[in-house]
Nanobody
Framework: QVHVQDAGGGSVQAGGSLRLSCAVSGSTYPRIYIGWFRQVSSGKKREGVAHIDSNGRTSYKASVQGRFTISKDNAKSEWYLQMDSLKPEDTAMYYC??????????????????WGQGTQVTVSS
């Protein structure tokens, strides 16, 4: 059973930085696809923020391009979302998602099978 553990959220002022982490365990598959999603409130749709393939290819939501960086630590089976120049509109619950096979577009959430519990990011002006 694949388990996803995300962490690293917090409260920062606009212009600040945070680094989210995502640890994935229990997978025996050679490839893992990781996406970061965020949800402003429980009634809102989750939106894709960043994605990284098992070969290192990345993609980003346009509004975070150049400010957010997704990366992987191969030695630890951990993934990170470095968030710089944060804005109040980045405030949301952030979720790490994983899957072992690709079956959809990078930043759409419906095909990711494994999800972390979420970590809150709050950016004040």
């Amino acid at each position: 059973q694949v388990h996803v553990q995300d962490a690293g959220g917090g409260s920062v002022q606009a212009g600040g930085s945070l680094r989210l982490s995502c640890a994935v365990s229990g997978s025996t598959y050679p490839r893992i696809y990781i996406g970061w999603f965020r949800q402003v409130s429980s009634g809102k749709k989750r939106e894709g923020v960043a994605h990284i393939d098992s070969n290192g290819r990345t993609s980003y939501k346009a509004s975070v391009q150049g400010r957010f960086t997704i990366s992987k630590d191969n030695a630890k089976s951990e993934w990170y979302l470095q968030m710089d120049s944060l804005k109040p509109e980045d405030t949301a619950m952030y979720y790490c998602a994983a899957d072992t096979t690709r079956s959809g577009p990078d930043l759409e959430d419906w095909w990711y099978d494994y999800w972390g519990q979420g970590t809150q990011v709050t950016v004040s002006s």
